[in-house]
């Protein structure tokens, strides 16, 4: 039998790479998200509004995410455990939403688990109402909230809790976003920092807000006003807080960038009866939406500056994650974040709790430098329900604080029952 010439070998070989190459490349693509794909609700939309109606609308609706945590410090510290572990609830969040005609939409959200938005449920445990508002639908192109709100800062923080693709908030977002940042991040990095004041996210005050979106393009906007005092709503006689508060986005098919920017007086209980300055700002940049998409990417920057009223003055916070997600089958979703975060002559702030409330303690002012790799796993089942499996490894790149090694597992069911159509 004739043998193959060497060159037709070559020419077959090459050729069937190009094959293999055309036909990866062309499954790859399939994962991609369309350009021409709607874009993303913004999410001030998605809290705010409800569709027009003539007659009143009542649903009952929340979130249940119960799940089981351990951190193993390593090696473990002389005022650290070998391991802790423990069940909790992430979040467990029943709500009630609806509108009053076509031009008065209403939005109460409580919270009952122990976590950043209700740090208090412990030993004095209690439930927070994380949000109460009014939204004026009477001018066009303007909604307007009244009430206590979730502050569009930050897309992290952001998110709602059944679709967040990850169970822990990086760190910056735990000290900036839903934190007063005033003292150095806990052990872990993971429950946010130890003595410091959470707001949750969570304002009281004015915001007029709205989104326009023309086929594969949206654009969004968010202005407001607030006091100042995160949810606690006790201390606003204490030298005249407040917030104003920028927001805007532009979304085109997958691709997605928006910007936020917060400055003001804040008023928290360590600081009693002083207030401090506070400038913050945050950035966040898309490619693909990742309550859904195949293939998505995600990065968020963080930065904020506080004039302390302590001896130490003013403090910096900066911290930023990049996040990469896939589903190779629809069910499946696997993720991969980095994230980083550092402060600079921040105070350090504990607080004991008595009768008549928060203590604060200052200490010397501390610079904390450190590093989080994460890796998740989500199962995505029928109606929103979603199982979650998260390793976090935080290196601390200038403190005497052991390596942290965490686990989180969560199972995150949302609810929702119509009372009045």
Known sequence: ??????????????????????????????????????????????????????TPTMLLF???????????????GATNVAGNGQFKFY?????????????????????????????????FGRAHVLDGNVTLNYIPGVHVQVGQMLVPFGEEGLTAAG??????????????????????????????????????????????????????????????????????????????PDQAFVHGGFDFGPLGIAASYEAGRQAIAPYAPESFHQNKYAVDVRFGNYTKDPLWLWYEYQHANNGQPAAQG??????????????????????????????????????????????????AASSVSLNQDSLIGVYLARKGVRYYVEFDHTTYNNSTSPNDNAVSVMLSVPFGVRLLH
Do not use: C
């Open 314 to 363: 003013n403090g910096t916070a900066r911290g930023w994650f990049a996040a990469a997600g896939f589903r190779p089958v629809k069910k499946f979703m696997g993720v991969f974040r980095y994230s980083a975060y550092n402060t600079e002559n921040v105070d350090a702030v504990s607080s004991a709790t008595g009768p008549t409330g928060l203590l604060p303690t200052f200490g």
């Open 163 to 240: 679709v967040l693709p990850w169970v822990n908030y990086s760190p910056a977002t735990y000290n900036i976003d839903y934190s007063e940042f005033a003292s150095t991040p806990a052990p872990n990095a993971i429950a946010g920092p130890s003595g410091s004041v959470f707001n949750g996210g969570r304002e009281m005050g004015v915001m007029a807000f709205n989104q326009f979106v023309h086929g594969p393009m949206a654009i969004n906007y968010a202005v407001g006003y607030f006091n100042g005092t995160a949810i606690s709503q006790t201390e606003s006689s204490m030298h005249h």
């Open 1 to 54: 039998m004739k043998q193959p010439s060497k060159r037709r070998v070559r020419w077959a070989g090459v050729l069937g790479a190009g094959a293999l190459l055309a036909t990866s490349a062309t499954a790859f693509a399939g994962f991609m998200p369309s350009m021409n794909e709607k874009p993303m609700p913004a999410w001030t939309m998605v809290y705010g509004t409800e569709k027009p109606q003539q």
């Open 62 to 76: 929340g979130i249940v995410q119960p799940g089981y945590s351990y951190i193993q410090a390593s090696p473990p």
């Open 91 to 123: 979040r467990l969040r029943p709500g009630v939403r609806g509108s009053i005609g076509p031009n008065i939409d209403y939005y109460f959200l409580a919270e009952f688990g122990n976590n950043p938005a209700n740090p208090n449920n412990g030993v």
